[in-house]
């Protein structure tokens, strides 16, 4: 187990770059399977998830190697193989490889998916949509098994009845080499779709309007690799360090990032009075004084992102107020709050409504990182508290957090990584 050892009253000032986006990532490596030939992307961010689904990869005898950024993926000589247990538990988007491995090979068997603990995230609308292609699904003894008759898949109009980005990304794997056009109607709308739907366009895929609510995809025999596919930014560590900037900066430049994925997030720093400077691909926090309380309403893309209403937190802390978070995706993501608490953050939550107000004793203390984003919004409370605070688990925020110690380095803020035996971790 790891420990992130943190002293409080340092102020961030410097730049920080941003890496390649997690939630990208996590879908662009099991759709490598898909390929007909190996698999180039760069600006992958050096985080556990990657190193876990290289795992997975290699249990189906795909090769790859990952070094300073840079991931390549051999499927070439790929076997069909059950998925369970394992690295599959561990991360939730595991489950991306049941839409992978049905376009792949008409079938799939995986494990159900782990990952952060927030609340329930159902997998019937994959279903729904795997079913709609032809596929037989089979819930047994804690897997999913997929399996198509002679005719393998077929397009199908699918429509979701709710937003999902899961099963959006698994729908669309699994419909891009079957026979016919797919209709996914009330899709997802999130920029990771976008890249995952550019990354399989430039081999060879028809996928049309990836980024609104109806995507089509005619299906094709064969996707052959021909450029290295670069990731995205990650707009929620973006948004993340925006936010601790806002809360305890003393001028912070944030670069490399798309700044049209963080308006809604901008928009709520500058309705609290936080001074940026926009610019094509970077922002300027100076800092704010005197910040006014918002009301933060997650929603699905281009709404206020979900994986932010935490980062978000320990500066609405700082407003002359009370603040209100409501999480309309997922509501039991609260798990932050009584950490926050121990610290003096003056935080609760009642019937689905998070109140944060201004909270001035704040106080280094023995903290648990139950998943990521809860876990490095006590990072950012942290920065802001007298005294010295221990997150426990901090391994969670390493799998969402690329380098997270080192960027905070480049921004004048003294952080470490210690094992439980107290080894330091460089």
Known sequence: MKKMIIRGGQKLSGEVTIGGAKNSTVALIPAAILADTPVKFDSVPAILDVRNLMLILKSMNVASSFNSGELQIDPTQIKSVPLPGGAIKSLR?????????????????VGFPGGDNIGPRPIDQHIKGFRALGAKVVEKNDAVRITTGAGGLHGARIFFDIVSVGATINVLLAA????????????????????????LNNMGAN?????????????????????????????????????????????????????????PFIAKLVEMGVYLEV?????????????????????????????????????????????????????????????????????????????????????????????????VSLVGLALMSKGTTTIINAENILRGYERIVEKLHGLSVDVKIVEEEDSLIR
């Open 93 to 109: 988007a595991s489950y991306y490889f049941m839409g992978a491995l049905l376009g792949k090979f008409g079938k799939a068997i």
């Open 176 to 199: 891009v080499k079957a026979q016919g056009t797919t209709v996914i109607e009330n899709a997802a709308k999130e920029p990771e779709i976008v890249d995952l739907a550019t990354f």
């Open 207 to 263: 996928i049309r309007g990836a980024g609104t609510d109806v995507i089509r995809i005619k299906g094709v025999s064969t996707l052959k690799a021909t450029n290295t596919h670069t990731i995205i930014p990650d707009r929620i560590e973006a948004g993340t360090y925006l936010a601790f900037a806002a809360a305890n900066g003393e001028g912070v430049l944030v670069k490399n990032v798309i700044t049209e994925h963080l308006e």
């Open 279 to 375: 610019h094509e691909d970077s922002v300027y926090v100076a800092g704010g004084k005197e910040l006014t309380p918002v009301t933060v309403k997650t929603a699905p893309f281009p709404g206020f992102a979900t994986d932010l209403q935490q980062p978000i937190t320990p500066l609405l802390m700082k407003a002359k107020g009370n603040s209100t978070i409501i999480d309309t995706l997922y509501p039991e993501r609260i798990k932050h709050i009584s950490e926050m608490q121990r610290m003096g953050g003056l935080i609760d939550s009642k019937d689905g409504v998070i109140t944060v107000r201004h909270s001035e004793n704040l106080r280094g203390a023995v903290v648990n990182a139950s998943e990521i984003r809860a876990g």
